[in-house]
């Protein structure tokens, strides 16, 4: 296992938190960022939930590194 396979392996489960959608999946499981406030932010939860809205927030970024995977596959076979 080389590092680019770790690399690929964090964008994909990038990619997995950033397809979650909060009606319909976070809010009905007490996922939502609305409920967490103060001091709960610091629990382990809350750190999750700041981690998926951080990467629904940053799509661009993930289009374009999913853009750039690609085409090193491609390139490199």
């Known amino acids: 296992m080389g590092l680019w396979t770790l690399l690929e ?3 994909l489960l990038a990619n997995a938190l950033a397809i979650l ?3 319909r999946f976070l ?3 007490g996922w939502s960022f ?3 406030s103060g001091v709960k932010r610091n629990s382990f939860k809350g750190q999750l939930i700041g981690l998926i ?3 629904q ?3 661009v970024l993930l289009i374009l ?3 750039i995977c690609i085409a090193v596959k ?3 076979g």
């Open 74 to 76: 491609l390139v490199s």
């Open 27 to 29: 809010a009905p499981r």
């Open 34 to 36: 609305q409920e967490f």
């Open 65 to 67: 590194l999913n853009s």
């Open 57 to 59: 927030y940053l799509r």
């Open 53 to 55: 809205y951080a990467t």
């Open 21 to 23: 959608n909060e009606d």
């Open 9 to 11: 392996g964090c964008l």
